[in-house]
């Protein structure tokens, strides 16, 4: 079974478990190390979600550097159960919630405003999947963080397009990987979102 190293914290060296022949991509060490350093001044005493969460690695990520709890969305019920068992071994059990659900279903029913840091990173090719987060910004508390991680468009060259999504604050490039961060807005509410 191939492991991700987590890179900071307190679980800092140990590792979580990818199941063999895995069907979704891990995030990059490079890529979590850097979006981690982005967002780290929201991360201690932080209630995240990790969505389409694969391995689970960005939100172990998080809750080794602070964060009071984690939220894992999977729909692939393996997937669930290696994340559920790399919590029980890295002693984690009780800040984490495994949630097997379609994260269609989940953005539509989950509680709005619960969230500090949302991660979402959707198979890089489901169109359908790219367009939801208009939804997902509504899970998040205001001021509240949305990292979407997505495939580089080939104009993309240099810095990523944001295609004048009103609520991005930030956007990185890493090789065929474009990370964009979007911002709940004071006194938000789901009218807002809609240009996301």
């Avoid at 991660?119 to 489901?126: A, G, L």
């Avoid at 509240?144 to 930030?170: F, M, Q």
Wanted: with cysteine; glycine share 10%.
């Amino acid at each position: 079974m191939t492991k991700l190293r987590i890179i900071s914290g307190d679980l800092r060296g140990r590792c979580v478990s990818v199941g063999e022949g895995a069907a979704y991509r891990p995030t990059q060490e490079r890529v979590r190390e850097s979006v981690a350093e982005i967002v780290k001044r929201k991360i201690w005493g932080a209630a995240t979600a990790d969505l389409c969460a694969g391995s689970g690695a960005f939100g172990f990520e998080m809750v080794s550097r602070g964060a009071a709890s984690a939220d894992f969305v999977e729909a692939d019920g393996r997937a669930a159960d290696i994340i559920a068992a790399s919590a029980a071994e890295l002693g984690v059990g009780k800040k984490v919630r495994v949630i097997r659900d379609d994260i269609r279903r989940f953005a539509d029913n989950a509680e709005k405003g619960r969230y500090d840091i949302i991660f979402y990173d959707p198979p890089y090719d489901n169109e359908e999947l790219r367009g939801l987060t208009p939804r997902l910004l509504c899970l998040l508390k205001e001021g509240g963080l949305l990292i979407y991680e997505r495939r580089r468009a080939r104009h993309e060259k240099r810095s990523a397009d944001t295609g004048g999504k009103t609520n991005i604050i930030d956007a990185r490039i890493y090789s065929d990987t474009v990370i964009e961060i979007y911002k709940r807005e004071e006194n938000a509410d789901s009218a807002d979102t809609g240009n996301v």
